[in-house]
């Protein structure tokens, strides 16, 4: 398993763009899917983005579509999010996540095995 780390959250207006970073340690991070979540107040998490081991396809969820672009860079072991024309219902707390295998959906956290400890994302209207 590797051990993730969010960072590039924050506070930002409608409109806006933020472009999150997941920090990944261990040395098989090219080898995992990755994928990133988020968590509003009082709501499921729920599946944003992920993108596959080779970075040869992308998954988007239907909300994010257009808007976010996930990416990797498997030299330095990070994973981007990043998200343009954010709108007040992008606000959550976001996790990065890596998934190894395909038995499960993408867009779904069953498979996810290993999870950052979130960044929080807040757009104001």
């Known amino acids: 398993q590797v051990q993730l780390a969010e960072s590039g959250g924050g506070l930002v207006q409608a409109g806006g763009s933020l472009r999150l970073s997941c920090a990944a340690s261990g040395r098989t991070f090219s080898t995992y899917h990755m994928g990133w979540f988020r968590q509003a107040p009082g709501k499921e998490r729920e599946f944003v983005a992920a993108i596959n081991w080779s970075a040869s396809s992308a998954y988007y969820a239907d909300s994010v579509k257009g808007r976010f672009t996930i990416s990797r860079d498997d030299a330095k072991n990070l994973v981007y999010l990043q998200m343009n024309s954010l709108k007040p219902e992008d606000t959550a707390v976001y996790y990065c996540?890596?998934?190894?295998?395909?038995?499960?959906?993408?867009?779904?956290?069953?498979?996810?095995?290993?999870w950052g400890q979130g960044t929080q994302v807040t757009v104001s209207s």
């Open positions: 996540a890596s998934k190894a295998g395909d038995r499960f959906p993408y867009y779904s956290p069953v498979g996810f095995g290993s």
